[in-house]
C-alpha cells in the first residue's frame, strides 16, 4: 500500500559552484514559513573545473516521521528477476527502482516500433501528416513485411491504401511489420531515410545511445538501443502524448477482415497494465516494454533477453508487482519551491534561484525505514546572462543509501540581466581568483 509523506524533513543543503562560492540553506525548518533560511558565507573548495557539482549535500532524512503511514515490510535480500537486462522507474519522477544491465546494447526486435510511432506521433502532433493520409502498401512493404514475410503483419494488401490512422494501430497492436514499412516509404521515401529520422529524433528526446537502422526491429548489426533508453521513450510517450497513448491498451485490431490481438501480456493480467510493446527476434531474445497504474503510481519497465514468451510475462508480472508492493513515494520539495542558487557571472545579481517545475520527489523503498539522502546540483557554472525565468540551467540529482536515484530539471526563478562592463570585468577576476584557489 502507498502512503504520502505529509511532513517534510528538515534539507541542508550546501549549494557550491566551481568559483568556490557557497550558501548554506536550510530548507523548511519551519513549515510554515514562506522562505527559506540563507546563510551566505564564502568557503574555498576543490571543485571540477568543466561542471559545476553545486550541492554536495547533506540532504538527511527523518524517516521515522514517516513509518507510522504503513508497516514496515519483512527484509529481504533484495529483488532478483531472470531477465538479462531490466529496468524499473517512476513514470512521473523518472527515479530508478530498479535495474540490471540496463545500459548495456542489445538488439531490440520488435521495442523498436516505439520509435516508430514515436516519430510518427511527432509528425502528426506538427502537422506534417495528418491520421486520414493514406500510404501504399508497396511490393517491398508486403514482401519484407507483410504475409509473404512469415513475421507479424498487419496483413496489408499489396498496393492498397491505407490511412496512418489504421497504420499505427497495425503497428501498435499487430506489430505488422508491413505498416512499419508503409509509414517509412509513405513519410521519408525509403525505409532507410525513415531510419535516419529515427535516430535523429532519439537524440532530441534525448536518447544519445540507442541507434535506429529500420522501422521494424528486425535483426540488423547497427540496430541498438538500451533497456534504459527504452524505458525513456516510454515515458516520453506516455508525457508527450496523452491523447494517443490509449491505443497501447486497445486489445485487438481487425484489418482486411483478419482479427489479432494485442501481443502485449500484461493488459490481461488485471495489475493496472495500459502499454505499451512486445518483442521476439531469435538474436535479440523476447522482451517487452510495459506500464501500469496502480494506486496513482505509475511504473514503467523495459526487460530483455528472456528464452521463452511465458518467462517474459511471469518476471515483467513479478517485477512490477514488486515495485508497487516495494516503494512508496516522498515528496522533497514542493512545486516552485527554490531549492538551491546558481552563480552567474557579470549579471546585475550574482545568484540565481533554483526550482522544479511541479514536486520534487523520489520513490524510496519502504524498506529500511531509516535511509540518508545525498543530493547535488549540477550546472555548468558560472551561468552567463541574460538569464530568463523558466531557463532549464541545472539538474537536481538525488540518491539514497537504498540506491533508489532521481534526476530532476531545476529551471531559473527571475530574470537576471548582463551587468555593465565595469562589474563584468571585476567578476571575472573574483572568478579567476576563486578558480586559483582551488588548485
Avoid at 496513482?296 to 508487482?321: H, Y
Avoid at 530539471?409 to 582551488?438: F, H, K
Amino acid at each position: 500500500m502507498l502512503f504520502a509523506a505529509t511532513q517534510k524533513p528538515l534539507i541542508c543543503l550546501r549549494v557550491r559552484g566551481n568559483d568556490g562560492g557557497s550558501q548554506a540553506l536550510c530548507l523548511n525548518a519551519d513549515p510554515h514559513s514562506p522562505e527559506p533560511l540563507m546563510t551566505p558565507p564564502w568557503l574555498r573548495t576543490r571543485m571540477r573545473k568543466e561542471i559545476a557539482v553545486a550541492a554536495a549535500a547533506c540532504l538527511v532524512l527523518a524517516f521515522s516521521a514517516l513509518a507510522s503511514y504503513a508497516q514496515t515490510p519483512k527484509k529481504d535480500d533484495g529483488f532478483q528477476t531472470a531477465a538479462p537486462h531490466a529496468i524499473l522507474i517512476d513514470a512521473e519522477s523518472g527515479t530508478v527502482l530498479f535495474e540490471k544491465a540496463a545500459d548495456q546494447l542489445v538488439p531490440p526486435a520488435s521495442l523498436a516500433k516505439l520509435m516508430t510511432a514515436e516519430l510518427v506521433f511527432h509528425l502528426l502532433d506538427t502537422g506534417k501528416i495528418k491520421l486520414d493520409d493514406e500510404f501504399v502498401i508497396s511490393e517491398n512493404a508486403w514482401r519484407k513485411g507483410g504475409a509473404p514475410s512469415g513475421g507479424s503483419a498487419m496483413f496489408a494488401a499489396i498496393h492498397s491504401r491505407v490511412k496512418v490512422e489504421d497504420l499505427l494501430r497495425g503497428v501498435i497492436i499487430q506489430s505488422g511489420n508491413d505498416a512499419c514499412i508503409a509509414l517509412a516509404e509513405g513519410i521519408a521515401g525509403n525505409e532507410f531515410a525513415f531510419a535516419e529520422m529515427m535516430t535523429s529524433r532519439a537524440r532530441e528526446i534525448g536518447l544519445t545511445r540507442s541507434t535506429f537502422t529500420n522501422s521494424t526491429g528486425l535483426h540488423d548489426a547497427g540496430l541498438n538501443v538500451t533497456a534504459r533508453e527504452l524505458a525513456r521513450l516510454a515515458q516520453h510517450i506516455i508525457r508527450t502524448y496523452p491523447d494517443r497513448y490509449p491505443i497501447y491498451n486497445e486489445r485487438e485490431f481487425t484489418w482486411n477482415k483478419i482479427r489479432q490481438q494485442n501481443r502485449n501480456p500484461l493488459l490481461a493480467m488485471s495489475i493496472g497494465a495500459d502499454g505499451l510493446k512486445t518483442g521476439y527476434t531469435k538474436e535479440a531474445g523476447y522482451g517487452l516494454v510495459g506500464s501500469a497504474l496502480n494506486n496513482g503510481l505509475r511504473l514503467i519497465l523495459a526487460v530483455n533477453g528472456f528464452k521463452t514468451a511465458k518467462e517474459r510475462a511471469e518476471e515483467s508480472r513479478k517485477l512490477l508487482e514488486w515495485g508497487f508492493n516495494s516503494f512508496s513515494k516522498v515528496s522533497i520539495f514542493d512545486d516552485g519551491e527554490v531549492v538551491g542558487r546558481a552563480r552567474v557571472w557579470g549579471g546585475r545579481q550574482m545568484y540565481v534561484a533554483l526550482a522544479s517545475k511541479g514536486p520534487a520527489t523520489i520513490d524510496l523503498p519502504k524498506y529500511p525505514a531509516n535511509q540518508r539522502l545525498s543530493a547535488e546540483i549540477v550546472y555548468r557554472a558560472p551561468l552567463k546572462p541574460p538569464v530568463r525565468k523558466g531557463d532549464q540551467v541545472a539538474t537536481l540529482r538525488i540518491s539514497s543509501t537504498s540506491s533508489a536515484q532521481v534526476e530532476i530539471p531545476l529551471y531559473a526563478q527571475e530574470d537576471v540581466e548582463a551587468s555593465g562592463l565595469t562589474w563584468r570585468g571585476i567578476d571575472t577576476l573574483v572568478i579567476m581568483a576563486l578558480r586559483r584557489l582551488t588548485l
